[in-house]
């Protein structure tokens, strides 16, 4: 495929907000160290947004998680602004697969959870009419003194994504965020990032396995291989922001589509031979 020129807004990454360096996993097992992720080394400039795709099992959990805080590198390191990543922190905001919400707390009380930390304290007001808000927009006012155990599976986790953007975190870390939506939901969760990336700097890393929903939303795309995850390649998604819901009919976005389908294709057919090898051991 031609190489497609960047027409985003966002000019070269520079400098790294975030950077892989050199980053490696290995995870004990059995049968000795099982390595995960393989020399990855990736920059991520301010306010960009990057989406990482590649097979189910590769390595996109254990990249993120290291991000996180929540994984260290076996080798190399990530630095955030220029310094290791010192453990997780309220810069970084995490969703996850599984709905990060306590069920002990309502869906109001379960939102201003973060707002009343430390390190982003707010007054009682200010966190009230911060909390009011993403309610609103999530669709959970009416459940407001709800507990978790009595939302639907898609409202938990709106609720998640409601307390990681509440906190306004410098650095949105996603995964699969929006993949127990219904469609229609997904989309408008879609959008709605947008929207808020419109009006608040962040810098976002979405692992997803919607090729489309990474077109839609990123400004570059990493696709990764099969297990152990390495870069396979880094695709400059040819769209501005704000972007509107008609870039999915532009010819480059169908284009694109089909060129990270087969890629991601030709993953999955790597990790499949890699399995009848093992089972044939
Ligand atoms: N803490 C851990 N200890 C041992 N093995 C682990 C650990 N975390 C993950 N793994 C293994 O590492 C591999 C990669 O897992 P990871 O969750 O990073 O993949 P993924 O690409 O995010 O998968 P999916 O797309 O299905 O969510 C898997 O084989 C998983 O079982």
Known sequence: MNAIPRTDMQEAPQPARIRFENVSVDFPTA????????????????????????????????????????????????????????????????????????????????????????????DAAARAEVTDRYMRLMGLADFADHFPKHLSGGMRQRLAIARAYAVKPEFLLMDEPFGAL??????????????????????????THSVEEAIYLSSRIVVVTARP?????????????????????????????????????????????????RLSD
């Open 31 to 122: 049968q000795g160290p099982m390595r995960v992720i393989d020399d990855i080394s990736l920059d991520i400039g301010h306010r960009e947004f990057v989406s990482i795709i590649g097979p189910s099992g590769c390595g996109k959990t254990t990249l993120m998680n290291i991000l996180g805080g929540f994984v260290a590198p076996t080798r190399g390191r990530v630095l955030l602004d220029g310094r290791p990543v010192p453990g997780p922190g309220p810069d970084r905001g995490v969703i996850f697969q599984e709905y990060g919400v306590f069920p002990w707390l309502t869906v109001r009380q379960n939102i201003e959870f973060g707002l009343r930390l430390k390190a982003n304290r707010a």
């Open 182 to 207: 219904d469609a229609q939901t997904r989309s408008a969760m879609q959008d709605l990032l947008l929207e808020v990336l419109q009006t608040e700097n962040k810098t976002v890393l979405l692992i």
């Open 229 to 277: 995850a390495r870069i396979r390649t880094i695709i400059d998604v040819p769209f501005g922001y704000p972007r509107a819901e008609q870039v999915h009919d532009d010819p480059r976005f169908t284009e694109l589509r089909s060129h990270i389908r087969e890629l991601v294709m030709q993953e999955y057919a790597a990790q499949a031979r890699q399995q009848t090898v």
